[in-house]
């Protein structure tokens, strides 16, 4: 009887070690680890070490700040768990925007004006400067986790995509002209046009001064990853994680600029006025780590260190 009520006890014992095992609990009874249900989000842990270790070698902490997730810059990242071993992970991106800028000029007097004409003030024109964006990027995966402590590895695969966009445009008050002999009207050049800071300071395929009309950009990514690290709680719910990855990125991007200028037609030797748009490509495929791969825009530096909350 004594030795059965021994081996009742004993099994008691090893259930209660193997419950507590899998199911850590802080001394006021909160779930350590993550459960079913639970969503996440992560940010860069940088600021929060260098706070630390300021701290302890007395070098003038400054309080961290919170930041994105180190790496992925261009999105929110979280995570629902199914389970306590599986999760899914997802980031989003959404931005759009525009801005409009507006400046002066002086219409050119016609070439009849006299000094006596000089000190009225002139007509003005105006100049504007128009500017919008837009940027969408998704990425989704699944991580499996493993580990009975407070040391939790985990390994999974997500994808990226995303596609981001922007165009400038530029409209002119003072139209370019040659100037008309008959008429006197006054020519008309580049120089007749407000400075927003980088469209003038373009030319044409033949080297004439021009001034920029347009400006866009698109751009396509795409990333197919695979990641493996690790977390430790520091505190129930509170975990601080290194992740390492690897997989295929792929990019796309196409510009083009339309500028107008002045030049000499070959034709008569007058001044005529021309259009001209011209277009690039640039495209970049690897497969490699998240180091390698952050060249395309598509995943970020290697072994990022993460602060994650669960809730």
Sequence with gaps: MKNKSLLIA????????????????????????????????????TPFLNYAGQMFSNAGATAPTVGYTNGYPWAIKGKMFKDEKTAYRAGIRLGFGSQNWAGEVAVPQASTATPADYPAEPTMTEDTYKRGYNGIVLSGGLEMRRGKTRLQGYYGGELVFGMMGEKATYTYGNNLSAGDPT????????????????????????????RQTEWKSSMMVFGLRGFIGAEYFILPKISVGAEYGWGLGFMSM??????????????????????????????????????????????????????????
């Design 10 to 45: 004993t099994v008691f014992a090893a259930s209660a070690v193997t419950v507590n095992a899998q199911d850590l609990t802080s001394k006021k009874g909160e779930t350590i680890l993550p459960e079913a249900g639970d969503w996440a989000i992560s940010f860069d842990a």
């Design 183 to 210: 008429t006197v009207d006054p020519i008309i050049t580049v120089a007749d046009s407000y400075d927003f800071g980088t469209n003038l300071s373009v030319t044409d395929p033949f080297g004439n001064a021009g």
């Design 254 to 311: 196409k510009t083009s600029s339309t500028v107008e200028a002045q030049g000499t037609a070959a034709s008569s030797g007058n001044l005529a006025v021309g259009t001209f748009t011209e277009e690039s490509k640039t495209s970049g495929f690897m497969i490699d780590s998240d180091i390698q791969n952050s060249a395309t825009g598509v995943t970020g530096a290697s072994g990022s260190l993460n602060i994650i909350f669960h809730f």
